[in-house]
């Protein structure tokens, strides 16, 4: 039984918005049909802002995506077992080259040399660079009786504004000369451009001083200037130099291999600048030819290979190559009247100027010379094939190097009938193809385009090449060689389907005809 007091509660509590049993289970009853309404509807329509694929999309998606998994599997199981089953073999990319039978030597330099004297006494100036080519009005040296340019050029405090535009471009071209030549491995060259440096130096120190004495007209002052050649216009010029070592004389019947003995002494006597010298003492000498000649003692056997021929002849001081004519002459053998020992001569017509400081010169000869395509010797392989004659095989195809014979074939009734088979060919030489032993073997018959005409396969023959590996399966390609030494072959170019920039394989002796090569 409620009591009035219920009521006013209830009233009550509707009024402060405090729900009573029956009123929540209804609020709860409505709320729960709201939520599933609205759940039905995000289910039947996309919500704002985000993007919708319907069902069969995204199954038609997941189909693509696991095949493409399933295909990039497949791929790289292809390619491992590609992998395991293959060899890493080494290349070599074929290269255009040349090769030559080397030899070393040392060598006796000799050239047409004319010796000049002083003739006055005093202190010695030099007025051209050693190597300069001189003319007939072209100063030399002076000598100063007065010794008033040495005092001069003591008590010098020049500096390069005394030098003329023309000094200072042939110091340049020195020193671009130098840097261009010179080679950490030839150390010594650095004192020979220091020496050059300094001999164009008093040389201009020297012109100068002269200039200004002629001008001053210095009273006791007793420079005599003489000239290439002595002046004489009948006599020969040629490139300046201020040595000599005994050897000017020296003439080709006068060689023998006495004058290569390593204890042999060798001297070079130099005059140098604001020396004193007497009258008569050495002053410089010219080099009056452009001809020159290399000698050396040589093996008997290397002079009648020798003998008549142009060699190459490259210098170690400074790696040039010429070429020269050879000619082997009969010399005396030191104390030995009887004996007769071969020296070679080999004569230059250029290139003079370079070698005026040499006499003695370590050079190599190059002979047999063959350029080609130059590969390893390690890639070269001896293959065996049989021969077929062209009289049977027919339709040669010189763009696949391929041949046709026909092979016999009985058919399930006993039936004999021909088949016409191509065959790879290597190489055609004397009337014979050259194929391989993948479709017919040592014994087979094989049969012409008219069926009547047979071979049976009897001879084999052997070919050099090399496995061609661009495509990356080993293909066997006839050479012809040229030349070898011990790590290389030149090959012929008009004789090989192999081209510059091809891959062969280094170590033919690890490949298999048809092998696929993993690179």
Same mark, same amino acid.
């Given at each position: 039984?409620? &009591?009035?007091?219920?009521?006013?509660?209830?009233?009550?509590?509707?009024?402060?918005?405090?729900?009573?049993?029956?009123?929540?289970?209804?609020?709860?009853?409505?709320?729960?049909?709201?939520?599933?309404?609205?759940?039905?509807?995000?289910?039947?329509?996309? =919500?704002?802002?985000?993007?919708?694929?319907?069902?069969?999309?995204?199954?038609?998606?997941?189909?693509?995506?696991?095949?493409?998994?399933?295909?990039?599997?497949?791929?790289?199981?292809?390619?491992?077992?590609?992998?395991?089953? %293959?060899?890493?073999?080494?290349?070599?990319?074929?290269?255009?080259?040349?090769?030559?039978?080397?030899?070393?030597?040392?060598?006796?330099?000799?050239?047409?040399?004319?010796?000049?004297?002083?003739?006055?006494?005093?202190?010695?100036?030099?007025?051209?660079?050693?190597?300069?080519?001189?003319?007939?009005?072209?100063?030399?040296?002076?000598?100063?009786?007065?010794?008033?340019?040495?005092?001069?050029?003591?008590?010098?405090?020049?500096?390069? %504004?005394?030098?003329?535009?023309?000094?200072?471009?042939?110091?340049?071209?020195?020193?671009?000369?130098?840097? #261009?030549?010179?080679?950490?491995?030839?150390?010594?060259?650095?004192?020979?451009?220091?020496?050059?440096?300094?001999?164009?130096?008093?040389?201009?120190?020297?012109?100068?001083?002269?200039?200004?004495?002629?001008?001053?007209?210095?009273?006791?002052?007793?420079?005599? =200037?003489?000239?290439?050649?002595?002046?004489?216009?009948?006599?020969?010029?040629?490139?300046?130099?201020?040595?000599?070592?005994?050897?000017?004389? $020296?003439?080709?019947?006068?060689?023998? &291999?006495?004058?290569?003995?390593?204890?042999?002494?060798?001297?070079?006597?130099?005059?140098?600048?604001?020396?004193?010298?007497?009258?008569?003492?050495?002053?410089?000498?010219?080099?009056?030819?452009?001809?020159?000649?290399? $000698?050396?003692?040589?093996?008997?056997?290397?002079?009648?290979?020798?003998?008549?021929?142009?060699?190459?002849?490259?210098?170690?001081?400074?790696?040039?190559?010429?070429?020269?004519?050879? #000619?082997?002459?009969?010399?005396?053998?030191?104390?030995?009247?009887?004996?007769?020992?071969?020296?070679?001569?080999?004569?230059?017509?250029?290139?003079?100027?370079?070698?005026?400081?040499?006499?003695?010169?370590?050079?190599?000869?190059?002979?047999?010379?063959? &350029?080609?395509?130059?590969?390893?010797? &390690?890639?070269?392989?001896?293959?065996?094939?049989?021969?077929?004659?062209?009289?049977?095989?027919?339709?040669?195809?010189?763009?696949?190097?391929?041949?046709?014979?026909?092979?016999?074939?009985?058919?399930?009734?006993?039936?004999?009938?021909? $088949?016409?088979?191509?065959?790879? $060919?290597?190489?055609?030489?004397?009337?014979?193809?050259?194929?391989?032993?993948?479709?017919?073997?040592?014994?087979?018959?094989?049969?012409?385009?008219?069926?009547?005409?047979?071979?049976?396969?009897?001879?084999?023959?052997?070919?050099?090449?090399?496995?061609?590996?661009?495509?990356?399966?080993?293909?066997?390609?006839?050479?012809?060689?040229?030349?070898?030494?011990?790590?290389?072959?030149?090959?012929?170019?008009?004789?090989?389907?192999?081209?510059?920039?091809?891959?062969?394989?280094?170590?033919?002796?690890?490949?298999?005809?048809?092998?696929?090569?993993?690179?």
């Amino acid at each position: 039984m409620q &009591s009035r007091f219920d009521f006013n509660n209830e009233g009550n509590n509707k009024r402060r918005g405090i729900k009573t049993e029956n009123q929540s289970q209804k609020s709860d009853s409505k709320a729960k049909s709201t939520k599933n309404n609205k759940k039905n509807d995000e289910e039947s329509s996309p =919500k704002k802002g985000l993007l919708f694929f319907p069902k069969r999309n995204i199954i038609s998606f997941r189909i693509i995506f696991y095949a493409f998994i399933v295909l990039i599997a497949a791929y790289l199981i292809y390619n491992g077992y590609k992998y395991v089953n %293959s060899k890493n073999i080494s290349t070599y990319q074929v290269k255009e080259g040349a090769l030559s039978e080397q030899n070393s030597y040392t060598g006796l330099i000799l050239r047409e040399e004319q010796l000049y004297y002083a003739k006055s006494s005093g202190y010695y100036n030099f007025y051209l660079k050693e190597g300069e080519k001189a003319s007939h009005n072209d100063l030399v040296y002076s000598i100063d009786g007065s010794g008033k340019i040495k005092e001069m050029m003591t008590n010098q405090t020049g500096d390069a %504004s005394t030098l003329s535009q023309d000094d200072l471009v042939e110091i340049k071209s020195e020193i671009v000369k130098f840097s #261009k030549e010179y080679s950490p491995a030839d150390f010594v060259d650095v004192y020979d451009f220091k020496d050059d440096l300094d001999s164009i130096s008093l040389k201009m120190s020297n012109l100068y001083i002269l200039n200004k004495i002629s001008s001053m007209s210095l009273n006791g002052t007793n420079v005599n =200037k003489y000239y290439c050649a002595d002046g004489a216009d009948n006599a020969k010029t040629g490139y300046v130099v201020y040595y000599y070592d005994d050897y000017e004389d $020296v003439k080709l019947e006068d060689i023998n &291999s006495a004058y290569f003995d390593k204890d042999r002494e060798y001297t070079r006597h130099m005059i140098a600048n604001n020396e004193i010298v007497q009258e008569g003492d050495f002053a410089y000498k010219l080099v009056t030819s452009n001809t020159w000649q290399l $000698v050396f003692p040589i093996e008997e056997e290397k002079a009648k290979e020798f003998d008549g021929k142009e060699m190459k002849v490259k210098f170690l001081k400074n790696q040039e190559t010429l070429k020269g004519k050879v #000619k082997i002459i009969d010399a005396i053998a030191p104390g030995k009247n009887t004996s007769i020992e071969k020296i070679c001569v080999v004569t230059f017509n250029v290139s003079v100027a370079d070698y005026l400081n040499n006499r003695f010169i370590d050079f190599e000869i190059f002979m047999n010379e063959n &350029s080609g395509y130059k590969v390893p010797k &390690s890639s070269v392989v001896e293959k065996e094939f049989l021969l077929i004659p062209d009289t049977v095989a027919f339709d040669f195809n010189d763009t696949t190097n391929t041949v046709c014979v026909k092979l016999d074939k009985y058919l399930e009734d006993g039936t004999k009938t021909y $088949v016409t088979t191509e065959l790879n $060919v290597y190489r055609t030489d004397g009337g014979d193809y050259y194929v391989d032993g993948s479709v017919v073997k040592l014994g087979n018959t094989v049969y012409g385009a008219d069926e009547v005409t047979t071979y049976t396969i009897n001879r084999t023959a052997t070919l050099l090449g090399v496995y061609k590996i661009n495509q990356g399966y080993a293909d066997f390609k006839n050479i012809k060689k040229l030349y070898e030494n011990e790590e290389y072959i030149i090959i012929d170019p008009q004789y090989t389907m192999i081209k510059p920039y091809d891959y062969i394989a280094l170590d033919a002796s690890k490949v298999k005809d048809n092998e696929y090569i993993y690179e």
